[in-house]
């Protein structure tokens, strides 16, 4: 991604590419034994969860709504990030398959931290 803002893509955009990361890892992941298939399963859930809580969060009626979906994407997004790890850790997937969604994770989980944090100041002042 470039510095410039026009190349920049929102935190939903962001959100949405990696659902769609997720659900191809899922396909994958389901076509193997039983353990990999449950974890490909919370890791579905909590993976595509993030950007629908945040979808939920653009439409929130307050300003309390907006940091309660907020907050509700970033624990979905830590949790995929522990799932993915956990993939790697337990040698179920490549590290080196796996490192840009890792990475990719982790960055959102920064992302939503930052805009969670932004939110809760920014409510205290109002």
């Known amino acids: ?57 653009h439409a929130a009626q307050s300003k309390s709504d907006f940091i309660s979906k907020c907050s509700i994407a970033l624990k979905e997004a830590r949790e995929t990030y522990y799932w993915l790890r956990l993939l790697v850790a337990c040698d179920v997937v490549t590290s080196e398959r796996l490192t840009p969604l890792v990475a990719e994770a982790n960055e959102i989980v920064a992302i939503l931290t930052t805009i969670v944090r932004n939110a809760r100041s920014s409510h205290i002042k109002d």
């Not at 190349?7 to 034994?33: P, S």
């Open 1 to 57: 991604m470039g510095a410039d803002d026009s190349q920049r893509q929102t935190i939903q955009e962001r959100a949405f590419d990696f659902a769609c990361r997720i659900v191809k890892l899922h396909g994958f992941l389901t076509k193997r034994g039983s353990s990999q298939r449950r974890l490909a399963g919370q890791l579905l859930r909590s993976g595509t969860s993030v950007g629908a809580k945040l979808q939920e969060a």
